[in-house]
């Protein structure tokens, strides 16, 4: 074992957020960079002697170089035992499915999500807790704090262990055990799902595309749907995970995943199409020209989980982020069942999941999951799509058309403006809520404001207060926007604006979102000052 001397820690200012710590992948290549923050990590855990971790990534660009290193320094601290995905490869959801499987002392993933890989692109870490879930504050701050006064790291001088190799290898007193990352998992996915209804859809025809996006769903994808399920080789596509994923962006929205769009909107659309981000967490998922906002399919979910046999029982209750339509409440009070309104961040769902107070939760970022693992789970969504469509034999279009009919249609599209100056952007949201009470009553662009605030939360089960969440513009009429700043984005700020705008049950559902949202648009605009803040009021990207 060696110890190595670090003089100063890495991070100064980089406070690793609940998404773990996100940097350039030449960052993270720097040397003692990684080493700082895995070493911090034990640290701040009370040391990792004795512990057992799952440890995988989303197998981008040092993926495997990164996971070498975790090993040998889990071995020099001590650790009993880490349990690795073949390949270096889990995804998100299977590891935090493995660290509740197993009873272990938390998980180490290896991923920047939905954003590109490659040398010149993202890589990231971040560490879970036993419960499965993402660290909470108290644990990133533990380990924020570690990473400033740090001053050595451990690390064996073992050789490199066969990622390859299934089965189990030895570095000093650490037991390494190489799985297959997809098998626990489809486990679980065939425990909550009827994979026989699923296989007889298959059977009789139905047609699905479902794109890896070249990530980690691809071999979960794969045997789930084409060896389990029996879909038609080629249903899953972009299905072998490369370390540049492809050389795209592996997010799941109709921007980034256009090819697949065009095909769901073409006269050649199979009936069913998904896909899945980087690490697997995220989802989008799009009928025969029919695309599912994640807000709606939240909502459908929600009212259809029963179909399920995971979740025959009902739900408990289900849990939105706050920017996320209210498509899922109108379902809740339909159901008689509790809504929660969390801050933006899966983090905020962990509480509720953990004391049993909601079932399934979502965010309109494509993050949707249940209390089967602590992470957001894009296959999840995925196959209770497919159970649902299985049961109740009608095309998405059909069961959307449908939802809308019996809850109305709260319309939805979040516009981002990227790589906005900081200041400019701070002083538009400060500008803004400087005024916010004075704001009601007052009239834009034909919308007269009913109410104005910034949300707060407090959580029901440990109290903690969460302020200053987003700026909320509820307009008479059924109209609302919200804005705030991104938390993830890399370069200057990125400003989100959520816009909302319900149409009742008997009312018209056939108007484009575009159309729909033109107004609350319009008047947030102006509100905002957004030109004379930011000097644009076209956004980059519209999901
Ligand atoms: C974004 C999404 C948020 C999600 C987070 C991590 O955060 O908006 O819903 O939980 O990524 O995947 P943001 O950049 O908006 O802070
Ligand atoms: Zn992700």
Redesign the pocket.
Known sequence: MTIMTISKGPFDGQKPGTSGLRKKTRVFMEPGYLECFVQSTFNAIGGAAGKTFVVGGDGRFFNKEAIQTILKMAAANGASKAIVGQGGLLS?PAVSHLIRLGGTDGGLVL?A??NPGGVDEDFGIKYNVPNGGPAPEQVTARIFEQTQTIAQYQISDAPDVDLSALGRQQIDGLEIEIIDPVAEYVDLMSSLFDFDKIAALFSQGFTMRFDAMHAVTGPYAQVILEERLGAPAGTVINAVPSEDFGGGHPDPNPVWAKPLMDEMMSEAAPDFGAAS??????NMIVGRAAYVTPSDSLAVLAANAHLAPGYANGLAGVARSMPTSAAADRVAEKLGIACFETPTGWKFFGNLLDAGKVTLCGEESA?TGSDHVRE?DGLWAVLLWLNILAERQQSVAEILADHWATYGRNYYSRHDYEAVPSDAANALMQGLEARLASLPGSTWAGLTLSAADSFSYTDPVDGSVSANQGLRLTFEGGGRAVLRLSGTGTEGATLRVYLEQYAAAGGDHSLSAETALAGVRQATVEITDMQQHIGRIAPDVRT
């Open positions: 998100t991923s999500s939905h981000d980087g690490d697997g967490d995220r993050g957001k």
